[in-house]
Each structure stands twice: as C-alpha cells, then as structure tokens.
C-alpha cells in the first residue's frame, strides 16, 4: 500500500489523474472502476480537462460504478447512474452504454446482482478501480461488519451512512434510502489498481484504521491490505492520524520519477 500525503484536492486529482492518463495510453481499452461522492470530483474535472485538450480519449474505455440505491426512480437525481454521468462520463467521449452500474431498480435483487457481476468478468475485469472511504470506514457500501468475502449484493445502510448523505437529499435523513446494491470487498479486490482518496478530518480515523489498523470487518476499508497495488491520496486532515505520516511523505519525496503509483 502506497500512501501519499498531497497538498490538497487538486494535487490529489492531478497525481489520479496521471496514473489513470499512463493506463489509457498503454491500453486504450481499459476497464475503469468509477466512485460517485465528494472525493473524486477532483480526478474527474482534471480527466474532463485532459480529454477535452486531446490529452487523452475514453472512447474504447468501459465503466463499471460501485454501487447504486435500491429503489430510486431513475430520472431521481441522485440515483448514482445519474450522478456519475453528470460528473464525469457525460463530459468526456464514452461511447453509448459503456458505463454501466448495478440495477436497483431490477424486479430480481439477486440476479441483477449476479449479473452485475458477470459483466465485469466479462469485460475482462477492472484495470483501475477509484475509490473513497466512508467516516466508518466503508469502500462502496460495504458497510461495517460487511465479509471480507463478499460480492455484489443489496446492504442495509448504517445510520451513519444515511446521516452523512443527507446532505444530497437537502439535509432529509428520511429522504436517504435504507438499502443499496454495492460491489462486495471481495469485487473490489479483484481490481488490479486500487486508488483511494480521502480528504478532511472527518475521515481520520477511517484513514488510520485503513493503513495502520488490523483487517477487520468492524472497518471493512481495511482489507485493502491485502491488495497488491493500492495507492491511497490523503490530504494533511485526512492523515492527521497516521503514525507514520512523516515516513510516508518522505517516501514519497524519494521516489523516482519514472515509477509513477
């Protein structure tokens, strides 16, 4: 596990960016793992700007998203297929259907879940897989105590969950649904880069448990352990717990050039 401690937001979208632009241009067919929330938008709108300057193109790239809410219309504005097409995919040249997501709307939870899962296995697998961290340490909606094991399927969101979403249903804990469709931790793994980001102080102890913590389902991020190519992009608050924070910003000043996350 990488951990890089950058200056803020924009850094941390550049340093995504640049491994994201290295993939594309060795294999423009890449399979892209996309995050909706906060954290990313920062690698997106410097994605959008790359594509649109001819830097680079998404037209052979397929898309897969983490997760989705069980039950949302799909015209609703925060069903995440909509989200993650007005942040991102929208912007750039996806070719028609190439980003897909888990469908909670299906009359079959089980199935869609199945099938969600086949499609990836299908499209090859997940070249580079994005994602954020939750305050209690959940990586899509893989939610504490979720099994180091699992694979897409429908979860019940933590009160917590709910409460730190709210704010994309005007501050209306009720407005947030209850369940999910989510890649499982064990989908997740399965991706041969993993990029976190996590920004602020409120994500601190998440963090700390993620990279210095023991794997535990009670802080599900933290099975990224076990992951052979994860590179985690924290800003100062995010890493304000980390023991080893001052070895991890002089690794990073350290590190060549050319080896890039």
């Not at 070249?127 to 959940?138: E, F, K, P, R, S």
């Not at 989908?187 to 794997?215: F, M, Y």
Request: aromatic share 6%; hydrophobic share 40%.
């Amino acid at each position: 596990m990488e951990v890089i401690i950058a200056g803020g937001p924009a850094e941390i979208g550049t340093l995504a960016a640049d491994a994201i632009s290295a993939l594309l241009h060795r294999k423009p067919d890449a399979v892209l793992g996309l995050a909706t929330g906060s954290s990313p938008l920062a690698i997106y709108d410097e994605l959008v700007t790359r594509c649109a300057a001819g830097q680079i193109s998404f037209s052979q790239v397929r898309g897969f998203t983490l997760d989705e809410y069980v039950g949302l219309p799909a015209e609703h504005p925060e069903r995440y297929r909509n989200v993650i097409d007005n942040v991102f995919v929208s912007r750039v040249d996806f070719a028609p259907g190439a980003v897909q997501g888990p469908d909670g709307l299906a009359a079959d939870i089980p199935a869609a879940c199945t099938a969600y899962e086949e499609a990836i296995r299908a499209a090859g697998g997940i070249d580079l897989q994005i994602l954020g961290i939750g305050t209690d340490g959940h990586i899509g909606f893989n939610e504490p105590g979720s099994s180091l094991a699992s694979r897409t399927r429908i979860k019940t969101l933590t009160a917590q969950t709910r409460s730190d979403n709210a704010r994309f249903f005007d501050d209306d804990i009720d407005a947030v649904p209850t369940h999910c469709l989510t890649q499982g931790l064990a989908t997740i793994l399965d991706a041969r880069h993993v990029v976190l980001v996590a920004t602020g102080r409120q994500k601190a102890e998440a963090v700390h448990h993620l990279v210095e913590g023991a794997v535990s389902a009670m802080w599900p991020a933290s099975v990224l352990q076990h992951h052979p190519h994860v590179t985690v992009l924290l800003d100062d608050a995010a890493a304000r717990r980390l023991q080893l924070a001052d070895y991890y910003r002089e690794t990073h000043r350290s590190k060549p050039d050319w080896q890039g996350i």
